[in-house]
T-cell receptor, first 117, second 114 residues
Framework: EAQVTQNPRYLITVTGKKLTVTCSQN?????MSWYRQDPGLGLRQIYY???????DKGDVPEGYKVSRKEKRNFPLILESPSPNQTSLYFC????????????????FGAGSRLTVL | AQTVTQSQPEMSVQEAETVTLSCTYD???????LFWYKQPPSRQMILVIRQEAYKQQNATENRFSVNFQKAAKSFSLKISDSQLGDAAMYFCAYRRSSNYKLTFGKGTLLTVNP
C-alpha cells in the first residue's frame, strides 16, 4: 500500500531532550515536507525537500532540523525541544519529476502528536 | 505572502441536508491551485477536492462541489446530502503553481446532526 509512515505517533517528552520523528514513504517521491498543526492556526510548513540532499526552510523552521540522505526518508529533528513545540506534526510527500506539476498532490502521513513538558 | 481565510470556525448541518463552507484567499499569482482537505477525528488529512485556477469549470467529486470565483478570490465547498461520516475539520488550502507548499486556512469544524 502506498503510504507515508510517521513514528512515533504519540510522544511525551521533557524540555531539552533531543528527539527525532521519522518519516518514510514507499512511493519513490522526490518531494517531502513537514507541517505542524496547532489549534486555530491550521497547518504550517516547517521544512521541505525537493530531493536527496536538497532541503529548505518553510514558514516556521526555528527549533527544527531535517536531513534527506535517502529518497524515502525525511526525519524531523528537535535538538532541544521546548513546550512551544507541543503540536501535531505531519509529514507529506509528492511525486516531482523534475518540474512542478499541478497533477501532483501531497500524500500525508497519519500525524505525530508531540507533547513537550 | 499568500493567506487563506476561513471565516466560519464551526458549522453544523442536518443529515441529508446541504452545507456550504466558505474560503477566501489572497494572492497576486494568476496560476495556482486550491484544495479542500478533510480531517476526521482520526487526524488523517484527506484530500476532498481540488481546483486549478486556470479552469473556469467548478470541480465536482460526487457529493462535494466547489464554487470558485477567481475575481473575488473565493473558493467555497458545498456538501450535498450530508452524511454522519462527513463530520470533520475541513481545511481550505492554496498552492502556487511553482512549488508544492500548501498554505492552509485555520479550518472549519463541521458537525452533522442525525
Amino acid at each position: 500500500e502506498a503510504q507515508v509512515t510517521q513514528n512515533p505517533r504519540y510522544l511525551i517528552t521533557v524540555t531539552g531532550k533531543k528527539l527525532t520523528v521519522t518519516c518514510s514513504q514507499n512511493m519513490n517521491h522526490e518531494y517531502m515536507s513537514w507541517y505542524r498543526q496547532d489549534p486555530g492556526l491550521g497547518l504550517r510548513q516547517i521544512y521541505y525537500s525537493m530531493n536527496v540532499e536538497v532541503t529548505d526552510k518553510g514558514d516556521v523552521p526555528e527549533g527544527y532540523k531535517v536531513s534527506r540522505k535517502e529518497k524515502r526518508n525525511f526525519p524531523l529533528i528537535l535538538e532541544s525541544p521546548s513546550p512551544n513545540q507541543t503540536s501535531l506534526y505531519f509529514c507529506a510527500s509528492s511525486l516531482h519529476s523534475g518540474r512542478i506539476s499541478g497533477a501532483n498532490v501531497l500524500t500525508f502521513g497519519a500525524g505525530s502528536r508531540l507533547t513537550v513538558l | 505572502a499568500q493567506t487563506v481565510t476561513q471565516s466560519q470556525p464551526e458549522m453544523s448541518v442536518q443529515e441529508a441536508e446541504t452545507v456550504t463552507l466558505s474560503c477566501t484567499y489572497d494572492t497576486s499569482e494568476s496560476d495556482y491551485y486550491l484544495f479542500w482537505y478533510k480531517q476526521p477525528p482520526s487526524r488523517q488529512m484527506i484530500l476532498v477536492i481540488r481546483q486549478e485556477a486556470y479552469k473556469q469549470q467548478n470541480a465536482t467529486e460526487n457529493r462535494f462541489s466547489v464554487n470558485f470565483q477567481k475575481a473575488a478570490k473565493s473558493f467555497s465547498l458545498k456538501i450535498s446530502d450530508s452524511q454522519l461520516g462527513d463530520a470533520a475539520m475541513y481545511f481550505c488550502a492554496y498552492r502556487r503553481s511553482s512549488n508544492y507548499k500548501l498554505t492552509f486556512g485555520k479550518g472549519t469544524l463541521l458537525t452533522v446532526n442525525p
